[in-house]
Nanobody, 114 residues
């Protein structure tokens, strides 16, 4: 299984950014996709996940500001990030769990400036 993420970059505080990720390989029809992030000096943390049927889960720190969607036909997941804050600066990792295993993308850097 491979994950290809894109969409990171530099954005001003209060701005918006959308991350995209496409998965390929041996993937079950029932899977969960999502995003984690890791800020400098901190552990990787969950941002948001979405199941095949659309059930979502968000970190408290992003709930109400971020939205997660997916395209099951393309095995793709999208993270719409609004009202970005300085503390959202991190490397964002696309993630999928399928057939009982976790897979991670290469990470895309999001930098929020003041």
């Amino acid at each position: 299984v491979q994950l290809q993420a894109s969409g990171g970059g530099l954005v001003q505080s209060g701005g918006s950014l959308t991350l995209s990720c496409v998965a390929s390989g041996s993937i079950s029809s029932f899977n969960v996709m999502g995003w984690y992030r890791q800020a400098p000096g901190k552990e990787r943390e969950l941002v948001a996940t979405i199941g095949t049927r659309g059930g979502t889960n968000f970190a408290d720190s992003v709930r109400g500001r971020f939205a997660i969607t997916r395209d099951n036909a393309k095995i793709a997941v999208f993270l719409q990030m609004n009202s970005l804050k300085l503390e959202d600066t991190a490397v964002y990792y696309c993630w999928i769990t399928t057939w009982g295993r976790d897979y991670w993308g290469q990470g895309t850097l999001v930098t929020v400036s003041s």
